[in-house]
Structures are given as C-alpha cells and as structure tokens.
C-alpha cells in the first residue's frame, strides 16, 4: 500500500514563525502536491511537484513556498505565518505510471494553528 | 476554468436510509470524475472513479454516473450504514498537468443508528 506521511498531526505557531510542513512518501511517485482543507471550500491547491527541484503555483501560492530536494519528500513552508493560514494542510502524491487517471494518495493531514 | 460544485451540506440520515449526493461540474475536454471519502481524523481516500461519458463507478455500495450531457456526477448509496459517517468530496481531472485535481466543497454526511 502507498503510504504518506506528515510530519505532525497539530502544529501550533505565533504569527511571523517560519513553519516548515514536511510530507514523504514512499511509492517512488513523480508528482506531489499541498492542499490547505477549510470548511465550505473543500481542499484548494497550493502548490505541486512533476520532479525533483521542479514546482507549480496551484490556485493560492501566496504565503507558501515549497521544496523538492529528493523524490520522496515534499515541504510547504510558510515564510511568515499569519493567522489566515490556520487551517488543515493535506499532502498528496500519484504516479504518471498509473493506469488511467492519476489517482492521488493522502496523508492524514496536520492541522496547523497559528496564533 | 474548472469547477466543482456539490450539494449544500450536511446531511444526516438514519441507517438503511437512501442517499444521493449531488455533483455537477464545469470543465474543458473530456475529464475525469471522482468521489473521495475523509473518514474523522483521516486524510482522503479514493472511494470510486469514472474516465469516460456513461461510465459507472462503483465500490462498497455505493455508485456514481458520469453523466455528460448534464455534466453530473452524482453520488447514491441504497443502504447506508453508521460507518459510512464522513465527508464527501467530488473532484475532477482535465487529464492535463500532472492531474491537478479540482474539489467541490465537500459534504458532511452523519448517519444515525
């Protein structure tokens, strides 16, 4: 089975912390991608990952970064948090491999609270 | 661009009770269509898929129509059980870059005993 882990399941952090999020995976899957979940807007796209140091703007990169360094490990960094970015941050991966659609494969999700 | 839009939630009903979730979307081309399923505390999972117009996707009861005409998709189960409690998540792919999903909002579903 694909397993995707997060590195924390809460996060609490002051506004203006530079908060890491970090999300491995262990099926050797090319693309990565972070979603932040908020009630009544399902999950929106951050950012994602095709390939190693490669990334694209999802729908709401403002105040995120990411890195890609090796395959298998994907960081959402948020360089100065503020209070609007509390919210559910679910990371996800799929191979080009799969046979039809790309499905996605989650992790269980951290919830980050910033104060 | 693409959208996703589901019915307004949440939605309790009592066990063996019949559900239907509905999903409608806008895209360009020819998409392909999911429901995924967050049980409490969990990350999403793939719950059923449909590639292609008049495809039916189906898994643990329930079942979902790739409807072109009406650019609908969606969500029944005849029968639902206590466990089925969660949120729903409807959720489309253009097939192009590196299947970027798009997610309607979700829909919270409690089922009582």
């Known amino acids: 089975d694909v397993k995707v882990t997060q590195s924390s399941r809460y996060l609490v952090k002051r506004t203006g912390e530079k908060v890491f999020l970090e999300c491995v995976q262990d099926?050797?899957?090319?693309?990565m991608f972070w979603y932040r979940q908020d009630p009544g807007l399902g999950l929106r796209l951050i950012y994602f990952?095709?390939?190693?140091?490669?990334?694209e703007k999802g729908d709401i990169p403002e105040g995120y970064s990411v890195s890609r360094e090796k395959k298998e490990r994907f960081s959402l960094i948020l360089e100065s948090a503020s209070t609007n970015q509390t919210s559910m941050y679910l990371c996800?991966?799929?191979?080009?491999?799969?046979?039809?659609?790309?499905?996605?494969?989650f992790g269980p999700g951290t919830r980050l609270t910033v104060t | 661009g693409n959208s996703v839009t589901q019915m307004e939630g949440p939605v309790t009903l009592s066990e063996e009770a019949f559900l239907t979730i509905n999903c409608t979307y806008t895209?360009?081309?020819?998409?392909?269509l999911f429901w995924y399923v967050q049980y409490p505390g969990e990350g999403l999972q793939l719950l059923l898929k449909?590639?292609?117009?008049?495809d039916k996707g189906s898994n643990k009861g329930f079942e979902a129509t790739y409807r072109k005409e009406t650019t609908s998709f969606h969500l029944e189960k005849g029968s639902v059980q206590v466990s089925d409690s969660a949120v729903y998540f409807c959720?489309?792919?253009?097939?192009?870059?590196?299947?970027?999903?798009?997610f309607g909002q979700g829909t919270i579903l409690t089922v009582h005993p």
């Open positions: 959720a489309l792919s253009d097939r192009t870059s590196y299947g970027k999903l798009t």
């Open positions: 990952s095709y390939d190693v140091k490669m990334k």
């Open positions: 996800a991966s799929s191979s080009e491999l799969d046979r039809g659609p790309l499905r996605q494969y």
């Open positions: 895209a360009t081309g020819y998409p392909s």
């Open positions: 449909a590639t292609k117009a008049d």
């Open positions: 099926m050797d899957h090319e693309n």
